[in-house]
């Protein structure tokens, strides 16, 4: 299985596309600064990846998402993404949100 993946840079806000083999020992590659072309923008983030059968596709792939077209994919993705997740995390909260009782009148009596 290969991947083509999207990190983007915490420091200055910039993205980075690239493919493996191995997604998370290439994502803590780039974190610790081993990656020549990511060394200086770190930390980073892992925003979005695909999985592919190979590396013929995962290239494919990694080339399509640096495209035009492909940053376009992946801005229309993502805001979706984002707002799919706030949308959840709303509901949530409000679902979860700790309501006070309802305001009952005291009774009226004479003593």
Do not use: W
Request: proline content about 5%; aromatic content about 14%.
């Amino acid at each position: 299985m290969y991947y083509a993946y999207v990190l983007q840079s915490e420091k200055d806000g910039k993205f980075y596309t690239g493919f493996t083999s191995n997604l998370k020992l290439r994502f803590e590659q780039h974190n610790k600064g081993l990656v020549g072309s990511t060394r200086d923008r770190g930390p980073r983030r892992l925003i979005y990846y695909e999985a592919c059968l190979d590396q013929n596709d995962a290239t494919k792939r990694e080339k399509y998402l640096n495209s035009y077209h492909g940053k376009m994919f992946l801005k229309k993705r993502l805001k979706i993404e984002i707002l799919i997740y706030e949308t959840f995390i709303v509901k949530f909260q409000l679902h979860n949100v700790v309501r006070p009782p309802p305001h009952r009148p005291r009774p009226s009596g004479g003593g």
